[in-house]
C-alpha cells in the first residue's frame, strides 16, 4: 500500500489504451498545494487525456490518482466532483439567458441534509459569495448583464467563477486564452494568479507568453509520455522540448 503525501495531487504509473493505443504511458506527475502547473506539449501528446482521467471522464487502464490521498480511479465524475476538483472544458458552459449573478448563484453548492433534502444556505450568505466571487472574475460591473452580452472572454472568466463558487482544492482548465485579446489575457493572467493562492491549478496551455506569465512549474507532454518537466526557463531550453514542440 503507498503511503499519505502532502501532495493535492499524485499521479503514479498511470496509463490509458485506446485499442492498445497508449495515450498516456506511465505517468507520474505530482501537484503541490497552491502550485499553478501547466502541462503543455505537441498536439495528440494526451494533454487533454490526462485532464479526463482526472477528472473521472476516461477511466485508467492501470495506475493511481491521488487528489488529497483519496483515490479518483475508483470514483465516478460526480463523486470527483464532490471531492473538490473543478474542470473547465475549451467552450463555456454557462446558461446564455441568465445575468452573471444567476449563473453564479446557481452553482452556489447546496449540501443535503441527513433526510436528503436540500439545506439552503441563507440567502445574504449566498449574495455576499455571489458579489464576492464577481469580483474576483472582474465582472463586478456587470453583475446583471445577461451572459449572452457578455464577450467571448468576460464568458470564459464566468465559467471560471461558477467553479470556483464551489471552492474546489484542484481546478483544471483546458486552453483558458485560446481566442481572447492580449488585454484579455493579461488579465486572466493576473486571475490565474490570484485563484493559484488558496488551491492547487493545472491548465493546458499552447500559448507559450502566457505560459511563461503563469506557470510556477510546466511538464512537457509528448506521446504520453513525459518529455520535460521543471520551471518554464529550463523546459525552454531543453533541446528536446525544442525539438519537438517549440521548434516548430
Ligand atoms: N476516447 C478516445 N478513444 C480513442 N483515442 C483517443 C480517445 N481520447 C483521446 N484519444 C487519442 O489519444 C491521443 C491523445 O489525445 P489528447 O486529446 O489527449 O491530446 P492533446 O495533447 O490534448 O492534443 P491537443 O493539443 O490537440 O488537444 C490522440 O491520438 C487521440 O486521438
Known sequence: MSTNTDFTLS??????SFDGFKAVDGLNFYLDKNELHVVIGPNGAGKTTVLD??????????GS??????????????????????????TPSI??????YENLEVSFPRGRGVFGSLVFQ????????????AAEIMLEDFID??????????KQWLEIGMLLIQDPQLLM????????????????????????SGRSVLVIEHDMEFVARIAHK?????????????PMEDVQKDPNVVEVYLGH
Open 11 to 16: 499521479i503514479e504509473d498511470l496509463t490509458v
Open 53 to 62: 482521467l482526472i477528472c473521472g471522464k476516461t477511466k485508467a487502464t492501470s
Open 65 to 90: 490518482i491521488k487528489f488529497m490521498n483519496k483515490e479518483l480511479t475508483k470514483l465516478a465524475e460526480h463523486e470527483i466532483v464532490r471531492a473538490g476538483v473543478g474542470r473547465k472544458f475549451q
Open 95 to 100: 446558461y446564455e439567458n441568465l445575468s452573471v
Open 122 to 133: 441563507r440567502d445574504d450568505e449566498v449574495d455576499s459569495k455571489v458579489r464576492e466571487i
Open 145 to 154: 448583464t445577461e451572459a449572452a452580452l457578455l464577450s467571448h472572454g468576460q
Open 173 to 196: 482548465l483546458d486552453e483558458p486564452v485560446a481566442g481572447m485579446s492580449v488585454k484579455e489575457r493579461e488579465q486572466t493572467a493576473e486571475l490565474l494568479n490570484k485563484i493559484s
Open 218 to 230: 510546466v511538464t512537457v507532454l509528448h506521446q504520453g509520455k513525459i518529455l520535460a518537466a521543471g
